[in-house]
C-alpha cells in the first residue's frame, strides 16, 4: 500500500513519514487500520453497532478476518464481514481525504457512511438478502429479524 513509511522505503521524498491523521506515529498499514486514534474510534463504534463485546482488533490480518473472532450465525457473519471490508474501505479513504482533499473530511459522518455504503453495498449486491434499512441502523442484528 502507498503509505508514507511504504513510499519513504522506495525513496520517495516526503515531509514526513508519520500519519497524517493524527500525527502520533509513522503510518503504516498497521497503524492507519488498527492503531490510529480514528481507526480505535472507528472499530468501537463498529463492534458496539453490531452488539459484538470482549473482541478488540489488535492487529490488520486480525481485523481483515474480523468475522473469524466474532460469534454470528451466517448469513448475519456474511453481512458482519461485508461492514468490516467497507469499514477497512473507508479508513482508506478517510485517510487519502485527510492528505489529499482542499477541504478536511468531517469525523462525523464517516461512521454513518460506513452504516449507509454496507447497507447499499449488501442490498446490490446480495439479491437474496432483503435487509430493513432502519433495522440496519439500529440493531443490524435484528435485520434479519433472526434471533441471536
Ligand atoms: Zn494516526
Redesign the pocket.
Known sequence: MPTRINLDHRGIDLNSVR?P??D??VETEE?IFVH???ARKIWKDVLLWWHVYNVNVLGLLEAINLVDKVNLPPPLSTLFDAVVQTTLWFLWRYRNEFAFAPKRPNLDFLFNDIKLFSFNWIANRHKNISINWIEWFDNPCNTLSIPL
Open positions: 500519519c491523521v493524527c502520533e506515529d497503524h490510529c486514534n480514528l
